[in-house]
């Protein structure tokens, strides 16, 4: 069962807009009880918590209570879609999007979804640039999270809510797209120290999809030391907590880290047959979880690089 | 209040499984209440609202089924024992289902059976008195399962009854009964929740039935099951069980090569070796990432002394 920290988010939250504890209670509760919430003495009414974020701009997120009948259904279509992205099949993908949009009606948490993905849908299909998706995300994060910037710098946490921390995650690989890396890697940084604070129930998973981004950020900006580190950290992590996704990608990186430093001659050639092994675990491990997209992937580059099958000849 | 939250993942979902409110609410509630609940006016307190939420294979954060003060309290108290349970500590589970056993409302059925099932999981771990657990667990499903309206095929089990069936079934002397209650149970899991929750409650069943299988040496169901049991953990993009299952698989596939003198032909021989070795090559990488260095080494020598086909690194 999900652990729903009320009383952090309504504090963090309540920090993060600059208010005291009077302003946010005013007309809603009392200043004891906003009190004895914070601290987790006092279990919020539901309503009480709507009202307390709503005067301070934010919806409860990843929450049944905002669904209507016909929020159900597209949460169904939602999962749908993401399926098909998470296989890259963008074809798939296209209609589950189209299914939406008819779908969606005025709520705005989901036509704000739809904005964010159709963006991104479209960027794969190389419908737009990645200069038009940053400025498509940008004008996003301005209306669901303004101000955001002001914590890129700051130590102040801000309790992003998940569908936030999903925005601007890819805002920053979008920013990585268009070559602002250390934009990219400020604002993974800041999403980074939001999640471990451990507001938010099931933040592991954003935790090392973001630190995975940041591996790429800073291979392009040619730090490779710090992003050959990252991908040794996202292995151990992914191990940690068993994510297969994550594992195999990240022993795919490493071995493409390998190859790199080999072909800029920091590494021996004789290190080669070490690449072509670990590229092939990456593989098996692919085939032992039957994932089809990064199969496909893993073999292909490996043959562009090699001229030669990944897979062992029996 | 309107509280339009259970009630529309309820509805949502019974008109889409097209399901009967009875079917839901069966042995948790009365169909008033349960129309009440639908609507969108909790009358009940969250373990009602969170079973029949359960039943229809879905989760709703506890946030949002809280009824008062006590119920929170009740709700912590019930996540601490499972806690304790999960983590084989039945000696604070037990103090803590004695605490629980003391506020609970003693006439509600839910709170009966959830302290039961606890109760009944400190005795079967303790090993003297299982025949008094498994009397309580049954007792424990009847408050909710009546025994003759039990044995339909589509049943729908809140997670403490599926404990409860899942425990029962386990401990059910009569492998072709257990073997159909079990296979319930995931027909359950399968067709109604997440790929993650389909690895936390249809996998250790999946396991079983595996370990079923090869006691009776029925190599064709157990690599059916085998291969069930790795799309189940792919799915939830889980990895580290499948350097074990994918060993199984080639163990078994072996086996019934063995068993199968037609198979012996020359042009088979070689395909079903490749077949066998590949899944030896994915179980050994899957071992051998999770540093799992024992299993990783029953794969290598298996591979080399029955297979003939040397893993090398």
């Known amino acids: ?314 | 209040m309107k509280i339009n939250t259970v009630g529309v993942v309820l509805s949502h979902y019974r008109k889409k499984y097209q399901l009967s409110q009875t079917q839901i609410c069966g042995g948790i509630c009365g169909i008033p209440t349960y129309c009440r609940i639908e609507k969108g006016y909790r009358e009940v307190d969250s373990l009602v609202s969170q079973s029949l939420v359960e039943r229809l294979g879905k989760q709703v954060l506890e946030f949002e089924l809280l009824l008062n003060e006590e119920d929170y309290e009740r709700m912590l108290l019930r996540n601490h024992i499972k806690e304790k349970l999960q983590e084989k500590d039945f000696k604070t589970a037990e103090h803590l289902l004695d605490k629980y056993g003391a506020i609970m409302p003693k006439e509600e059925v839910l709170h009966k059976q959830f302290f039961l099932c606890g109760k009944a999981q400190v005795l079967l771990a303790g090993g003297v008195d299982k025949t008094n657990a498994l009397k309580m667990l049954r007792e424990a499903l009847n408050l909710t399962k009546p025994e003759d309206e039990n044995d339909t095929e589509e049943q729908l089990y809140s997670e403490t009854e599926l404990k409860i069936a899942y425990l029962l079934a386990l401990n059910e002397k009569d492998e072709a009964r257990a073997e159909k209650q079990m296979r319930r149970l995931l027909h359950f899991i399968e067709k109604y929740n997440d790929k993650t929750r389909q690895e936390r409650f249809g996998l250790p069943i999946v396991k079983e039935l595996i370990q079923m299988k090869k006691r009776q040496r029925e190599e064709v169901t157990l690599i059916e099951y085998l291969d069930e049991a790795i799309t189940i953990v792919s799915e939830s993009n889980k990895a580290a069980a499948l350097a074990g299952l994918h060993f199984e698989k080639a163990m078994a596939m072996e086996r019934l090569f063995a068993k199968k003198e037609c198979w012996r032909e020359k042009k088979e021989r070689p395909q079903h070796l490749k077949d066998c070795i590949n899944e030896c090559l994915m179980a050994y990488e899957v071992a051998d990432i999770m540093e799992n260095t024992g299993l990783r080494e029953k794969i290598r020598r298996f591979s080399e002394d029955t297979l003939g086909w040397q893993i090398t690194e």
């Not at chain 1, 005013?26 to 009480?48: A, F, L």
């Not at chain 1, 049944?64 to 999962?79: G, N």
């Open chain 1, 1 to 314: 069962m999900a652990n729903y920290r009320v009383g952090d988010i309504i504090r963090l939250t309540r920090l993060a807009s600059g208010l005291t504890q009077e302003q946010l209670c005013e007309n809603i509760c009392s200043i004891e009880t906003i009190s004895r919430i914070e601290n987790g003495k006092h279990k919020v009414k539901r309503e009480t918590y709507h009202r307390l974020m709503e005067k301070m701009n934010r919806f409860p997120e990843k929450n049944y209570a905002i669904c209507v009948d016909k929020d159900m259904q597209i949460m169904e279509e939602r999962a749908r879609f993401e399926g098909a992205m998470a296989k890259h099949d963008f074809e798939t993908a296209d209609c589950y999007m189209k299914l939406l949009k008819e779908k969606a009606g005025s709520s705005a948490p989901t036509i704000r979804y739809i904005r964010r993905e159709s963006a991104f849908l479209d960027f794969y299909q190389k419908r737009i640039t990645a200069e038009k998706l940053v400025e498509l995300l940008k004008e996003l994060a301005e209306e669901v999270v303004p101000g955001y910037e002001k914590f890129l710098d700051s130590d102040v946490v801000f309790p992003f809510m998940e569908q936030e921390i999903i925005l601007l995650k890819r805002l920053a690989i979008a920013y990585g797209r268009t070559g602002e890396n250390e934009l990219a890697i400020k604002i993974s940084k800041m999403l980074l120290r939001s999640l471990r604070t451990g507001y938010m129930a099931e933040w592991r998973e954003h935790e090392i999809s973001i630190i995975g981004d940041m591996s790429f950020f800073y291979q392009r900006i040619g730090d490779f030391k710090t992003a050959a580190e990252i991908t040794k950290n996202v292995l151990l992590m992914a191990k940690k907590y068993d994510e297969g996704t994550m594992m195999e990608e990240a022993l795919f990186n490493s071995a493409w880290d390998i190859l790199r430093e080999i072909r800029r001659g920091e590494r021996q050639k004789s290190e080669l047959a070490d690449c072509k092994k670990l590229m092939r675990k990456a593989y098996y491990f692919a085939l032992a979880r039957n994932d089809k997209t990064n199969l496909k992937i893993f073999s292909d580059y490996y043959r562009e690089q090699f001229g030669e099958e990944i897979e062992i000849k029996l």
